[in-house]
Every structure is written in C-alpha cells, then in structure tokens.
C-alpha cells in the first residue's frame, strides 16, 4: 500500500544533514502599504457585493405602511396608552422643493383618540425617524422570475433618475408579464391567460410597454370574463382566481383594529360601553371590571359568548360617546395633520377579512370557541379534547367544515389566533410557558370557501359591500366557552384592504371592479398601504429591465427592534 502524502509542511532533513537553503529576505514590512491594499480590497468586495449581490437601501415613505416604514414619528396614545407610527415624510423629506410640513396632528388607530396641539396629553414629537434601512437582494432576478408576493425594488419607470439621483421605489409584486389583474371588493384576482386583448394598440415601441395606456384598463373583454368567473364562484382553474396570500404574508400584512388592554380612559370615566361584553343575557361571564374588562371569566355549562362592538369613540364630544360602525382600512399612520378623526381618501373601505388573538386559560372540563364573522356567515374554530372543528354558520343553520388535531389538548394556558383571509379559515396555537412557540393547525382545503357575489344586500350596507349588520356590525368577532374558562388579551386584527386609484369609494362594491392587463417583460407593483401609495394602478407597470432585487430583510427599524428580521 503507498504511503499518504503528508500535508503538513516540507520533510525535515535527515539527521545530521545541515539545510543550505536560505530564506528569501522580504525586508521590512510597509504598514502603510499593507492597510492601502486592505482598503482597496475591501472597497473592491463591496462594490462587487453592491453591484451583483446585496444593496442596503433606505424607505423615505408610507407607501409599504405598516409593512415597513418611510420617515415616521411615534406616538403614545394619551387617552389609551398605545404607541404607534405616524407618517412624517412631508416633513423630513418634502418633495418638489416644497417646504416641510410639521406633523402637529394625528388619531390613534386603537380608540380615535384625536391628538392635537391643544391635547390633555402629550403632544406630536418634534423628532423623527428615518425609515426602514432593507437589504435587497440583487443576483435573484439573474438566476429566477420574482414571485408574486414578493417585495421588490426597481426603479421608477416613469423617471429612473432625477437630478442624477436614482428614484428607487419598493412595492409588493402581484402582477406578472402576460396576466390581467383584478381589484374588486379589496381583494385581488389573478387571470393568468384566457382573455383576448388583439383588438387593442400593441406598444410601437418596447421600451413604452410599461405606460399606463398598454395596461388596457377596464377592458370590455377583461371585465366581461371577470363577471362569468364571479358568477359561477370563481372555479379553480376558471379565467379569474382569488389570489390567497401565504401565512406568512397574512402575518406581516395584518393592520390593528383593537387592542382591548388599551382603553380609552376619558369613555371609561363617561361610562361609555365597552367594546368587548356579554350581550346575551347569560350572565355565565364575569369581567374583571364592568366599565373597562380586560379579563372575562366564564362559567357554566352551556357555552355562551363575549362580542366585539366597533365603537368609534369621540371623547371631545361632552360628554365622551362612541357610536357603532362597520370596521374600514382606517390606519392611524395616514393621519398626520388631517380634519380631526380622518386621513386621506380613499380610506373608508369595509374591511371584511379579520384575525382574532386572546389568551384563554382552560380548566377541567373548559372549552373555548373563537368566532369570526363575514357576511352572512359566522365562523368558527371549536377547540376540545386535542381537535379544533371549523363550523360555518349561516342564520339557524350550523355546517361542520373540518376536524383536526391541534396542541389545546386538556386543561392549560394557550394563545389562540383564529384568521378569515382571502376566503381562507387559518389557526395557530401556543401554549404559554417559558418554550412556547406558535404551530400552525394544518386543515387541507376545508379550510378554503368561494367567494360569494352579494345576492340580498342588507338595507344598511349602502354601498353594497357585502356586510350585515347582525354579524358585521353587532358580532364581528366573538370569544364562546363552556365550562371554565378565562379569556384575556383581546386583540383583533384586520387583514389589509386594496382600493382603487382616485376612487373614494365606489357607490356599489358589488359590481365595480378594476382590471389591469401586464404586458410581457414587465410586473405590476402595488403599495401594502393602499389608501396612500403612488403604484402600478396610478403610473403604469414595472419593466423588468428596472427592476433592482428583493427586499429580504429589515435590519435597522429605528423602533421596535424586534421588527429586525426577514420581510414577508
């Protein structure tokens, strides 16, 4: 057997044998020469890592709010004690040389409290943040067409540069080259083919495709396939399909509606109802506190529940009221220096698709329901003995969707998040302790439901939305028990609305739709915070010769720290 080359070095010389060979003198060392090739070098590798892989850019604006953030400011609600961002970019980086606009007002997403100059509380800061630093990945767009859903960013392609400056936007991906895109009810559809455009005006030249006028805007064709998908439910493999975003994306594109351990001081003092009570006279629920509960105890053996009112409260009306509304894509950072109570149109869309968190501890013999509401539906995700069943409830009748088996397996502590997004029921479970982590119940497509034209509109719903009021208005979120059980940390969550470009609202959501045809080669880009973003339906599509990489990762927010981590 040969013997195995060392790899440790040369051989020494046999014993007694005197090696003549002499080191080559290198002289001294040049210090200065050394850190010179090190700069170099390392300035050499950043600009190839900028140039062909990774790029960290900064957000100036509010378009992919609350996603991520532009120049914002933070804000401690004086009457509820929540923090929250608020759009500052008129004021840190105002465009077109016009002069800064000092944020002075803004309204608390969680009770409407409208603070201003004149507040009991404290005021608007005077500092700001810069927005979100992302790192972008380059080489992707070399080796994989993005997905949709993706964060990217491109270049304008209305103006790549000004002032030899690069316009850089970020959106989120939806459209991809050959497919018609459709916003209807604030949801989005995806036609991947199958529509006839050889009657309309192709591009002359390339280099325009992306121009408003090839998107072939509300097209007759477009629109009269989307209506015949509508109204056989949109069918999978039909022309037009609901698009339904991953968990992950449900997750980071989720919008506060209420935070129950956040209360409105000046309506708890006015006596004003609260949010979450019991409404069925079962009196089987014991709040902790009557004018401001945060923790319910329940008792019996016949399950009974606690319900979610949308109160908007006034507390400058004297005394302090709240009046009951349908919940909308309102979002507290989109309020800075509007009429009191407002922000900018279109901002007063129903938003139907709702998450429901709380904590639920769970004694001998307890079970816990948590119901969502849409329509003239009622959802429900039952948990007992190590199961979780689906049941859709449409006015007496009761219809078991799924079964299937979930961590809530006896008696414990657990947080519950129940969603009903994008016509898709979803649940996650974590048990409170020290490893609790959250796990996903997988329930198959029983879980998935059609999408319904709106039949009977209810006489409230002016805008024929699809809501009613015995469950959107009076119930749109519940917590049910049987037994013992104790329900705490209410916090619901809506999912994010799409509206439609210099559109308030259109006066019947039932019919009005908007399609948008993308010309091959190119993406069609829209703004998580859809009231507020210059996009793909106001200037047309992206090229994919513009287009830079994919957001991947967040790694300076300036507050919460905990917002560092990868963008879904």
């Excluded at 700001?128 to 990945?137: A, I, K, M, S």
């Excluded at 950072?333 to 007063?348: I, L, R």
């Excluded at 106001?538 to 967040?554: H, I, K, T, Y």
Aim: aromatic share 10%.
């Amino acid at each position: 057997m040969p013997a195995i080359p060392s790899i440790s070095g040369p051989a020494s010389p046999p014993a007694g044998v005197v090696n003549t060979k002499k080191k080559k003198n290198r002289g001294p060392r040049d210090p200065v020469r050394e850190a010179l090739e090190t700069v170099v070098f390392v300035v050499v590798l950043v600009l190839l890592l900028k140039l062909f892989a990774v790029e960290a850019f900064v957000i100036p604006t509010g378009s992919m709010a609350e996603t991520l953030y532009g120049y914002h400011k933070w804000v401690e609600c004086p009457e509820c004690g929540i923090r929250f961002p608020v759009n500052c970019s008129d004021e840190s980086d105002p465009q077109g040389g016009a002069l800064p606009t000092i944020v002075k007002e803004c309204t608390c997403p969680n009770c409407r409290y409208e603070i201003r100059n004149d507040s009991k509380g404290q005021p608007i800061p005077s500092g700001d943040w810069n927005g979100d630093r992302v790192l972008v990945l380059k080489a992707i767009y070399h080796v994989e067409d993005p997905e949709r859903g993706q964060v990217v960013v491109f270049k304008y392609p209305k103006e790549p540069q000004k002032q030899h400056q690069a316009q850089n936007y970020i959106k989120r991906l939806w459209g991809r080259g050959g497919e018609t895109l459709a916003i209807h009810r604030t949801k989005v559809f995806i036609a991947k083919g199958g529509i006839d455009y050889s009657g309309y005006a192709a591009p002359d030249d390339p280099l325009k495709a992306w121009e408003p006028e090839y998107r072939f805007h509300n097209a007759a064709e477009a629109v009269t396939a989307f209506n015949a998908a509508k109204a056989a439910g949109f069918p999978a493999g039909g022309t037009f399909e609901l698009f339904r975003k991953s968990d992950e994306m449900v997750l980071a594109m989720r919008r506060l509606v209420y935070d129950n351990n956040h209360q409105a001081k000046s309506l708890v003092a006015a006596g004003a109802p609260p949010r979450w009570a019991e409404r069925d006279g079962s009196h089987s629920w014991t709040p902790d506190n009557a004018a401001s509960p945060k923790v319910f105890t329940h008792a019996g053996d016949d399950r009974s529940w606690i319900r979610y009112r949308h109160l908007i409260e006034n507390v400058w009306a004297n005394p302090p009221k709240a009046t009951e509304a349908r919940i909308t894509n309102f979002m507290g950072y989109n309020t800075s220096n509007m009429n009191p109570g407002k922000q900018k149109d279109p901002a007063d869309y129903w938003a139907s698709d709702l998450m429901l968190e709380c904590t639920a501890k769970i004694d001998t013999g307890g079970e816990i329901a948590v119901e969502l509401s849409r329509g003239v539906h009622r959802y429900q995700a039952r948990f007992a003995n190590g199961q979780v069943t689906l049941v859709r409830i449409t006015g007496t009748k009761e219809e078991t969707l799924t079964t299937a088996p979930c961590p809530v397996t006896g008696p414990g502590e657990y947080v519950l998040r129940f969603a009903n997004v994008d016509c898709r029921l979803r649940v996650w479970v974590k048990k409170v302790g020290f490893f609790g982590v959250w796990k996903r119940v997988e329930l198959g497509a029983a879980a998935d439901y059609p999408f319904a034209p709106i039949v009977d509109p209810d006489p409230l719903d002016r805008n024929h939305e699809g809501l009613t009021k015995a469950n959107d208005l009076d119930a749109p979120a519940s917590v049910g028990a049987k037994g013992p059980v104790t329900v705490k940390d209410l916090i619901l969550y809506r999912d994010t609305v799409y509206t439609h470009m210099n559109v308030a609202r259109p006066d019947d959501m039932a019919d009005y739709v908007d399609t948008y045809y993308v010309q091959p080669g190119h993406y069609m880009c829209l703004g998580d915070n859809s009231a507020q973003s210059s996009d793909s339906r106001d200037w047309g599509a992206v090229p994919e010769r513009l287009m830079l990489g994919r957001a991947v990762f967040v790694f300076w927010p300036a507050f919460p720290v905990n917002r560092i981590g990868l963008i879904k």
